[in-house]
């Protein structure tokens, strides 16, 4: 009788390394997607308030400190640029606009604040008239633009 000594059948050797063959991923990394989005966030919250003052105006200084405006208060901007052109807002306007602008909302419950940004080389008849017409409205929150020294 023969006695048959069973021996493991032996096996290649392991690899331990990358496999040569590339596979598809199947997810994306989103990782720089978020560094992107963070970063032109960062961007737009730098520029907005910049853009925001688009018209170009040379406040007149004022040497004491104001206090800031309240946060909770609505405002309207009148701007008054150098060559005595009128802007709502952003929008340029002519007088007789901006006397109906300020009519309707005078008719409001609870009307907003008006800014009125006047350029210092500007003639001061041109930002009083302004202001005579928004008192003749009763509206009574104004502000007048300056810059600090």
Same mark, same amino acid.
């Given at each position: 009788?023969?006695?048959?000594?069973?021996?493991?059948?032996?096996?290649?050797?392991?690899?331990?390394?990358?496999? #040569?063959?590339?596979?598809?991923?199947?997810?994306?990394?989103?990782?720089?997607?978020?560094?992107?989005?963070?970063?032109?966030?960062?961007?737009?919250?730098?520029?907005?308030?910049?853009?925001?003052?688009?018209?170009?105006?040379?406040?007149?200084?004022?040497?004491?400190?104001?206090?800031?405006?309240?946060?909770?208060?609505?405002?309207?901007?009148?701007?008054?640029?150098?060559?005595?052109?009128?802007?709502?807002?952003?929008?340029?306007?002519?007088f007789d606009t901006l006397k109906s602008r300020i009519q309707t909302i005078a008719r409001e419950p609870d009307p907003p604040a008006l800014s009125i940004r006047g350029d210092a080389n500007l003639k001061y008849q041109k930002v009083i008239d302004v202001i005579d017409y928004v008192?003749?409205?009763?509206?009574? #929150?104004?502000?007048?633009?300056?810059?600090?020294?």
């Open positions: 009788m023969s006695q048959s000594v069973h021996r493991p059948r032996r096996s290649a050797p392991r690899s331990f390394g990358r496999r #040569k063959t590339f596979s598809r991923v199947s997810e994306i990394n989103v990782t720089p997607l978020i560094d992107l989005a963070f970063a032109l966030l960062i961007i737009f919250m730098i520029a907005a308030p910049m853009m925001e003052q688009s018209i170009r105006i040379d406040l007149p200084e004022q040497s004491s400190e104001s206090p800031p405006p309240p946060k909770d208060v609505e405002f309207r901007t009148i701007s008054i640029d150098q060559d005595g052109l009128y802007y709502w807002d952003k929008e340029k306007v002519d008192k003749g409205q009763k509206l009574t #929150k104004i502000s007048l633009g300056t810059r600090q020294d």
